[in-house]
Every structure is written in C-alpha cells, then in structure tokens.
C-alpha cells in the first residue's frame, strides 16, 4: 500500500470476500521503493496493482498529467520519454509498467505474476501486449489531443472506442471458456494486471459496452472483490480530484 496514501483503503478495513483475501497479503516493509503515478494513469494502475499483490509497502509520489509534470527535467531524469509510471527502488530507477512489474517479479518474488508453465506464461504476455501495445498506446492524452485539435472531441472518443472495441474483442477470443476466477488461473497474474486498469478505464472514461464481452465483464467483477485491485483504483490514490 502507498505508504503516504491516507484515501487508500487499508486492506483491514475492507469487509467480505475482500477482507478474507486480504488477510493473505501480509504488507513487506520496503520503505526505498517510490512510485511515480498519476491517479487517472491506467499504466500506473498496473504497478500499483503489483505492489499490492506482493505486499510491498510504497511511497506515492504523484505526477500530475494534466499540469505537465511529466516534463519536469527532474521527472524526465527518471523516465526520458516523460510517461508515468517510474519506480525508484534505492539506487535502482526502472520506468515503464512493464519493464517495472518484471523488476518486481525478480526481485521480490512472492506473489508471482508469470506462471512456469509455457503456454500459460506465454498467454499472460500475450494478454499484456495486446493491451499494453495495441490499445492503451492508442487512447494516450498525445493521440487524443491530437484527433481532438485535428478534428474535435467527437471523432477523438469515436477513435478510442474502436480501438479499445478492436482489441476486447481479440482478448475475449483468447479468453473464450475460461471458468477460471481470473484470466489465466485461480491466482492473479500479469494478464490481470493489465486486464482490470483497462477494462476499468473503458468503462469509466470512454464508454465501453461490456455487455458484449462476457468473460471480461465477469473478471472485471472479480477484480473489483480483491483488496488489491479496489485500493490501486484510480479514485482511491492521494492525488485523485475529491468528488
Ligand atoms: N509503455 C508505457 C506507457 C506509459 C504511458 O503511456 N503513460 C501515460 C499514462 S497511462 C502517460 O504518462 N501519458 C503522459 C502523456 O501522454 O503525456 C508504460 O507501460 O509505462
């Protein structure tokens, strides 16, 4: 959990299945680990989801998207290409949500989020990529700003949807029969991670209709009973607008 985040929920006091589940995941003291992150970031999401998972306590350090801040010179020496997240683990400095959840699997190992089986190993990038690479690239503040002046706000969300519409269906086709509680087994793994912020930005910000994604709508209700997909919830961080 962020470590200066007094709006994010403690996993005690959550109530039902999610207080049960929580109860597993025992907070690991590692106060050198810092999280650049922005509330509304659904890259951010990702990492902070695996920081839940694998207990690791964090300081929150906000970077305000819509203020610039990510091309503040003290940000862009933590991440050149001036995108959150980026993650300082002491004298360790690692940007970019995948890149820093493999770090995270390396170093601290508890919780795993790759699986060893092949094929199983394999899905859960192959899940990773069509979101991480074939849609949430497509919906980023740069493209949008740029179909929005171009053209206007209209055709800017009508671009989003597709794309988002484009690769949901390509997921639920992969995902087609799965009984499991979530994507890819009954533990939380990488495809999760990047399933649940994607979904969840969908539906909030851009419109989504899930109800033609049947597998997904029901991991999407799964993730929302585990304490750690409710508190990495964009609402939830320090530098979210108070409603
Ligand atoms: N591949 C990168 C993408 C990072 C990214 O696109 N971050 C967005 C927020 S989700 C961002 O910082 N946007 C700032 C901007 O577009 O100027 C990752 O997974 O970390």
Redesign the pocket.
């Known amino acids: 959990m962020a470590s200066d985040d007094s709006s994010n929920v403690p996993l005690q006091e959550l109530t039902g299945a999610a207080a049960a589940t929580a109860a597993v995941v025992p907070p690991v003291k590692s106060p050198k680990l810092k999280l650049y992150s922005?509330w509304r970031?659904?890259?951010?999401q990702?990492v902070r989801i695996a920081l839940n998972l694998k207990g690791l306590e964090y300081e929150y350090k906000p970077?305000n998207?819509l203020a610039?801040e990510?091309?503040d010179p003290e940000f862009e020496r933590l991440n050149p290409?001036?995108?959150?997240?980026a993650l300082v683990d002491g004298e360790t400095i690692v940007?970019?949500?995948?890149?820093?959840l493999l770090y995270l699997e390396d170093k601290y190992p508890q919780y795993p989020l790759l699986p060893q089986d092949p094929k199983k190993r394999a899905l859960n990038i192959q899940i990773a990529s069509i979101v991480?690479s074939s849609i949430?690239?497509l919906q980023?503040?740069?493209v949008w700003n740029f179909i929005e002046e171009k053209l206007d706000s209209n055709e800017a969300i009508k671009w989003t949807q597709h794309h988002i519409n484009r690769g949901f269906t390509a997921l639920e086709k992969l995902l087609k029969g799965c009984s499991t509680k979530y994507a890819t087994g009954n533990e939380i793994q990488l495809a999760d991670v990047f399933l649940e912020p994607q979904i969840y930005g969908g539906i909030k910000r851009f419109g989504i209709d899930m109800s033609v994604y049947p597998v997904l709508a029901r991991l999407h209700e799964a993730y929302l009973e585990h304490p750690v997909f409710l508190a990495a919830l964009p609402e939830k961080q320090p530098d979210a607008p108070s409603l």
Do not use: H, M, T, W
């Open positions: 922005f970031s659904s890259c951010s990702r970077v998207l610039n990510q091309s290409i001036k995108y959150v997240p940007a970019d949500s995948f890149a820093i991480g949430q690239p980023n503040y740069p």
